[in-house]
């Protein structure tokens, strides 16, 4: 059943093969898509958070490129405990995405206020896009 539903793309193997070989090269342009889109929205956030580090006066800004420390980063922006890393790493392992996403929200309402925007500015995190236009804003606004 599966040859003949095959073999209904055409009786020639080399169509076949050409088939297979368009297949396969487009999976490749998508999976190097994906990978460019995600090193460019990691470099936009590395970017922000630096900046916001910056702006905020918080010490070690180089901190926004590396993975796990820019959660540190985080927290010391929020002005929070260290030990707020370690939460948040746990919560990774144990509760899953709601526990990241509510502490990643208080500590971004912490860093709006700090840069005299309204905390309520992080609730719009959870928007996907909208995010990333939220952490622009809250980077590169100039002062009131």
Do not use: H
């Amino acid at each position: 059943m599966i040859f003949e539903n095959w073999m209904m793309f055409g009786n020639d193997t080399t169509q076949q093969a050409a088939m297979v070989s368009a297949l396969v090269s487009l999976g490749i342009a998508f999976v190097i898509f994906m990978i460019l889109l995600c090193l460019a929205v990691y470099i936009y956030v590395a970017f922000a958070l630096m900046t916001i580090a910056k702006k905020t006066n918080t010490k070690n800004r180089w901190m926004a490129w590396i993975p796990i420390l820019n959660f540190y980063l985080i927290t010391q922006i929020a002005k929070q405990s260290g030990w707020w890393t370690l939460i948040l790493l746990a919560s990774f392992i144990s509760f899953g995405g709601i526990a990241i996403l509510a502490v990643a929200i208080w500590m971004f309402w912490l860093i709006a206020e700090r840069r005299k925007l309204p905390g309520w500015f992080s609730l719009l995190l959870i928007i996907p896009i909208v995010n990333l236009v939220i952490l622009g804003v809250i980077a590169w606004k100039k002062k009131r």
